[in-house]
């Protein structure tokens, strides 16, 4: 099956540095990606679409200057907190589509997750 | 998109069925009905999808109405490792979109 890694799956920075967290698509080509933010007992909130190649969209009230993504291949995107912050604090995941369509939908493969912590 | 609802928690004990419904009521033509499954400090993880009647595979079953403005998702027999969040989730059938999850169910399993 398709498989998506992370990394690092968790990391604790000082509150105004950044962190860069890595997507990948070990098995397929990922045309699309996707960035999401869980808070504790909450569900997932979309941040961000990707498009290999392309800038990325960024949902309504998600900072652009402050979370960066690149998607500069079909495997590989990046989320980048820039001077973090305690409150940007939380788990991120992303997911990864393979642009084929059909029978199954649109479905996603997801990452397992990175955990951050800012002190 | 189509807004879903579904309950936020239900309890069952081992061995039981477990049937949790999802209300869909925008749901449009060309969207697909699909469930997630999520543990702590994971991904989701994706068990089930279809788009009308019922859709069986080695987890689950998906009943979907003919109307489709609901589903359920039966779960047979479920085991204490089956406690985890239920997101039902309504998507496009064309690749490259968002999922928009809702609150989802969290089911929890107890001996």
């Known amino acids: 099956g398709a498989v998506v890694s992370q990394h690092p799956s968790w990391v604790i920075c000082k509150s105004g540095t950044s962190v860069k967290i890595e997507c990948r698509s070990l098995d397929f080509q990922a045309t699309t990606m996707f960035w999401y933010r869980q808070f504790p007992k909450q569900s997932l909130m979309l941040m961000a679409t990707s498009n290999e190649g392309s800038k990325a969209t960024y949902e309504q009230g998600v900072e652009k200057d402050k979370f960066l993504i690149n998607h500069a291949s079909l495997t590989l995107s990046t989320l980048t907190v820039t001077s973090a912050h305690p409150e940007d604090s939380s788990f991120y995941i992303c997911s990864a589509s393979d642009g084929l369509a059909g029978m199954r939908g649109s479905e996603q493969f997801f990452g397992p997750g990175t955990r951050l912590t800012v002190l | 998109l189509a807004k879903t609802t579904q309950p936020i928690s239900m309890d069952s004990y081992e061995g039981q069925e477990v049937n949790i419904t999802c209300s869909h009521n925008?749901?449009?033509?060309?969207?697909?009905i699909t469930w997630y499954q999520q543990f702590p400090s994971q991904g989701p993880r994706f068990i089930i999808q279809g788009y009308k009647t019922k859709v069986t595979n080695e987890v689950a079953s998906l009943f979907i109405p003919a109307d489709r403005k609901s589903s359920t998702l039966s779960l047979p027999r479920v085991s204490l490792s089956d406690t985890a969040v239920y997101y039902c989730?309504?998507?496009?059938?064309?690749?490259?979109?968002?999922?928009?999850f809702g609150k989802g169910t969290s089911l929890l399993v107890t001996p």
């Open positions: 925008n749901i449009a033509t060309n969207d697909y």
């Open positions: 989730l309504v998507v496009n059938s064309n690749s490259g979109y968002a999922l928009n």
